[in-house]
């Protein structure tokens, strides 16, 4: 199995609500990342999660509150959001956090906050 | 600084040309280059991967060249197909500690007309 998987693909909230997206892989990869992407821009890493342990924090707002509660499953819970939070958020897997080890993408969730 | 410039930045061709995309970076120590393709509101897939050593690799249609002097690739597709529209991604990845990172390019939206 070489895929990553996520769910929801689309999600609509409001700026109270809360929800979570989830990330599964099962190619037994130790570092997992979420990105954010808006239109017409390249993914821009928000956390990295190593060996369970979250490794790499870009600074990101304390709305979203990642967790990885095993080494295939990482979901990013989403509270108070801001129109300006939608985006495809895109998760990914690899070998370990090292850069060479390519990255396997999942097919990204659409959010959209109202 | 480390980045990773793509051009043209927008590209249309007719359907059975062939094209190429330029990539160049100042990214150092370079580890490695990928090139992803990105369908609209998917995650990117990865095509070609090359260290300091390798200066072309191939997957199918794809041709990617690597010239580590200059510090520039390019990915060439030939007898292009409809379903080749989508955004192509350089991504450099720098250093080989866990501390090592990875730059995305802005990427080229390649479009193909029937």
């Known amino acids: 199995d070489t895929e990553v998987t996520q769910t929801p693909k689309h999600l609509v909230m409001g700026m109270t609500n809360k929800k979570s997206l989830k990330c599964e892989q099962h190619?037994?990869?130790?570092?997992m990342y979420w990105y954010k992407q808006k239109a017409k821009k390249p993914p821009e890493l928000m956390f990295v999660?190593?060996?369970?342990?979250?490794?790499i924090n870009e600074s990101v707002p304390s709305r979203f509150s990642p967790e990885c509660p095993n080494s295939s499953l990482l979901n990013l819970h989403l509270h108070a959001l801001q129109p300006e939070d939608s985006a495809l958020y895109l998760c990914?897997?690899?070998?370990?956090?090292?850069?060479?080890?390519?990255?396997?993408f999942g097919p990204g969730t659409r959010l959209t906050v109202l | 600084k480390n980045q990773v410039e793509q051009s043209p930045q927008s590209l249309i061709i007719l359907e059975g040309k062939n094209c190429t995309l330029q990539?160049?970076?100042?990214?150092?120590?370079?580890?490695?280059l990928r090139w992803y393709k990105q369908d609209t509101g998917r995650g990117p897939v990865s095509l070609t991967i090359?260290?300091?050593?390798?200066n072309t690799k191939s997957n199918g249609r794809y041709t990617a060249t690597l010239d580590a002097d200059t510090k520039q690739s390019s990915l060439h597709i030939t007898a292009s197909q409809l379903s080749d529209s989508a955004s192509y991604i350089c991504?450099?990845?720098?250093?080989?500690?866990?501390?090592?990172?990875?730059?995305f390019g802005s990427g080229t939206r390649l479009s193909i007309r029937p």
């Open positions: 990914a897997s690899s070998q370990e956090s090292i850069s060479y080890n390519e990255q396997f």
């Open positions: 190619m037994g990869h130790r570092a």
């Open positions: 999660y190593s060996y369970e342990k979250l490794s």
């Open positions: 990539c160049n970076y100042t990214v150092s120590p370079f580890s490695n």
């Open positions: 090359m260290t300091f050593s390798e």
């Open positions: 991504v450099v990845s720098s250093g080989y500690s866990s501390a090592s990172k990875i730059i």
